[in-house]
């Protein structure tokens, strides 16, 4: 049986030697340019190559992250640095921009391509899709839950990878703009600055309820009591995030999945323990949560959003005199560990440790012991957030070269004949033939104990010797330098080979895009309530209404109108939620504007227009379809001048409140509850927005599936949008009253009086 694979981060050299020596069977890693962790250390060229034969070597595959949207004049830089990561022998890109995935599936044709989470596929009919395109693999959204893992995987030929372990986004990914519209700092473009992590304060119809808490930072993710669960369901790889961390925090987490992983193939292996749980805490602790995957609604603590550490004790005390605090420990404290006091979120590390007035290396669970510190704390807890024994303890693990491939020697010498060395080795043959003839032994001859003892003299390499087989002449002399030269020869022979193995063969293809006819001048708009859609009604032809339960009103008010009716599909739903739309929307219905690939191969047969959801950012990816298109709101002005030349319908987004984040977590129920409670009906009842600390207001409005919708503070409106001679896109979600906003667009105004408004990217 194939057992289901590790796949481990690697941010540093450091940390893949980390991952590899503690059992992963696949690392992910990024370059310096192209990677959606553009502040990790990630490797340059001379790392990667030394990096993929260091894995290949000892059997671990490597996987180059591209999994960012790429601008235009990037892509020639791009596609040399791919034609590096193949030559080099990368096993597989993992890559979220469509326009890219397409391109190298038709310019390396044996590249094997894995479709990023960050491309948000989560159902089966996206997966379907990208069947058909000819990618090896999927990582699927964080919001699976196993049950939908189990019905892709049943109905898929595909490999599936989903996130087992790790920091997570509380929105869709690849589906928040809540860094990039705030900062300009992309999360499709590598960048994000986590605001997520950031206090909030929750208004509800006007009135602030809370001082700031941290209603969006999520725990971390930890399934490590579920692996045979994943195993189970058919899932291909297992996927630990951590790609920022540091190599002894890899090394506790791959160790432990590892170690989980063995016990359900092999039960009489050992199962994991509190001590493997606590290495892990030990290294990173935003304390655990089973995620969407296993239907744990707390994701989120609301109190704190950094590394929490390990409990240590309490504080019993403060000396102002001697700038002291008192602790009573609970666990070992040791010279050089950090500690932080969660009562005023402040600590350090520990330089000194007084115990009875004496200094010591180390303290223990009963001990009071006091720690020079500058500010006063007089109560709460102590965690201990590095501990300097876990650390030393963990770089052990990956110092020491340890055994990844067993070899069996045979070994062959006669007399006035050359001396021979055979080896298997995972199924490879290997041969050494020495210059030496063999002679007649004047005094001891060499025995067959004394070669065997030889050649299994494999310390400082990857090898383990399973076997050796010895044949040689009787009363036969060979000097075991001689031997041993031919052991090392060997070594260097199969080395040579596992490192440098050749997995791509078809060589690179030529790739063009051309350009197309394009048509503009239309107005597309979105609204997402009946007043909304009267009001649209009047003045445009192409209207969408936002799917949504009340959806027969809004037919009914297009055949008033004897307008034919357009539909806004989600951009985020399930496979069940697709079934159910598929269902409600009547066969009559041609118009459609799309936001996932599901919904795109399940109505590619209409008038399809695809939808922001889609993140087409680049010409590469609008050649790539044949339907018109909503650029992304992240392109720019330059970007849009290209892109249109290359699409049949390019639609530019000129007003509308941004959607920042979808999510399957509640920041009202949050509020309320301390978790998710799903449709607890509050939003229904009342408005809501989220605060940020410059007071800055983004609503939060919930859809019909129980999603958190956040918009931006401001709504996107560029007043000379006819510049672009394309086709335009407006989008109507809590407006009220709409006619004012639309005349003035329509005549190119400011809307400064009615509201304040943000130009984007596309000034």
């Not at 990618?135 to 989903?162: A, F, G, P």
């Not at 997520?196 to 993710?221: A, H, N, T, V, W």
Request: negative net charge; aromatic residues 12%; charged residues 25%.
């Amino acid at each position: 049986m194939k057992r289901i694979e590790l796949l481990a981060p690697a941010g540093d050299f450091e940390s893949l030697k980390a991952a590899i020596a503690n059992g992963a069977n696949a690392i992910y890693l990024g370059g310096n340019a192209f990677s959606a962790r553009a502040f990790a250390k990630n490797f340059d060229c001379d790392e990667l190559e030394e990096a993929v034969k260091y894995a290949h070597l000892r059997g671990v595959k490597i996987h180059v992250t591209i999994n960012i949207l790429y601008k235009d004049e990037e892509f020639t830089h791009l596609f040399d640095y791919i034609d590096f990561l193949y030559k080099i022998q990368v096993d597989a890109l993992l890559i979220q921009d469509i326009g890219l995935l397409k391109a190298v599936r038709a310019r390396y044709p044996d590249f094997e391509v894995h479709v990023s989470t960050q491309m948000t596929v989560n159902t089966l009919e996206a997966l379907r899709y990208f069947e058909e395109l000819g990618v090896k693999r999927v990582v699927l959204s964080r919001e699976n839950t196993i049950e939908q893992m189990k019905y892709i995987c049943d109905h898929t030929s595909l490999e599936v990878e989903v996130f087992a372990h790790g920091a997570i986004c509380v929105a869709y990914s690849g589906q928040c703009l809540m860094s990039s519209m705030i900062g300009k700092r992309s999360g499709n473009r590598g960048a994000c600055a986590q605001p997520c992590r950031l206090p909030y304060r929750l208004e509800e119809d006007g009135k602030i309820l809370d001082e700031e808490q941290f209603l969006m930072s999520p725990r971390d993710l930890c399934t490590i009591e579920n692996v045979e669960e994943f195993i189970k369901a058919g899932i291909t790889s297992l996927k630990i995030e951590g790609r920022m961390k540091k190599p002894e925090y890899v090394a506790a987490v791959v160790h432990a999945y590892k170690k989980a992983i063995d016990h359900v193939y092999d039960h009489h292996l050992e199962d994991i323990d509190s001590d493997d749980i606590d290495n892990m805490k030990r290294m990173f602790n935003r304390h655990y949560t089973k995620g969407y995957a296993f239907h744990d609604h707390k994701i989120v603590d609301q109190d704190y959003s950094g590394n929490r550490g390990m409990h240590l004790g309490y504080v019993k005390g403060y000396s102002k005199k001697k700038k002291c605090v008192s602790i009573m420990l609970e666990d070992t404290l040791s010279q050089l560990d950090s500690i932080v006091f969660e009562a005023i979120d402040k600590g350090r590390p520990v330089n000194k440790i007084y115990k009875d007035g004496m200094l010591v290396n180390e303290a223990h669970k009963g001990d009071v012991v006091e720690i020079e510190f500058n500010t006063p704390v007089y109560e709460g807890a102590v965690n201990k957030t590095v501990s300097v024994k876990t650390i030393e303890a963990l770089r052990k693990t990956f110092m020491k070269e340890g055994k990844y491939r067993y070899v069996s020697f045979s070994f062959y010498a006669y007399l006035n004949s050359p001396m021979m060395l055979m080896a298997e080795c995972d199924g490879e043959h290997f041969e050494v033939i020495s210059e030496y003839t063999c002679e007649k032994a004047l005094h001891t001859p060499t025995d067959e104990m004394r070669i065997e003892k030889q050649l299994r003299k494999l310390g400082g390499t990857i090898y383990e010797v399973d076997s050796v087989s010895v044949d040689i002449a009787e009363e036969i002399n060979i000097p075991i330098s001689i031997l041993n030269k031919m052991r090392r020869e060997m070594v260097d022979k199969m080395n040579e080979h596992f490192s440098s193995r050749v997995i791509h063969h078809e060589g690179i293809k030529t790739y063009e895009v051309n350009k197309k006819e394009n048509v503009s001048g239309n107005y597309y708009v979105c609204v997402r309530t009946l007043s909304q859609l009267k009001c649209a009604l009047d003045y445009f032809d192409h209207v969408y209404y936002y799917y949504q339960s009340n959806l027969d009103e809004a037919l009914d008010l297009f055949d008033q109108y004897e307008k034919e009716a357009g539909i806004y599909l989600p951009r985020i739903t399930t496979d069940k939620e697709i079934k159910e739309i598929v269902q409600s929307i009547p066969a009559t219905i041609k118009h459609f504007i799309v936001n996932d690939y599901g919904f795109y191969r399940q109505y590619k047969d209409k008038d399809v227009i695809l939808g922001t959801g889609l993140n087409i950012f680049n010409h590469y990816s609008a050649s790539s379809f044949d339907e018109s298109l909503i650029v992304s709101y992240e392109t720019t002005s330059k970007q849009i001048e290209t892109i249109k030349d290359y699409a049949k319908e390019t639609i530019v987004p000129i007003y509308g409140y941004i959607e920042n984040m979808i999510s399957d977590h509640c920041v009202i129920s949050q509020r309320y509850f301390g978790k998710k409670v799903p449709h607890c009906s509050l939003c229904k009842k009342h408005s809501y927005r989220l605060i940020d600390r410059k007071d800055v207001a983004f609503s939060v409005f919930t859809d019909d599936a129980c999603r958190n919708h956040i918009l931006n503070a401001y709504p996107l409106y560029y007043s000379h949008y006819r510049k672009f001679n394309t086709s335009y896109f407006m989008m109507f979600t809590i407006e009220e009253d709409i006619q004012d906003i639309i005349e003035s667009i329509l005549k190119g105004q400011s809307l400064s009086k009615y509201i304040q408004t943000t130009t984007g990217y596309l000034s």
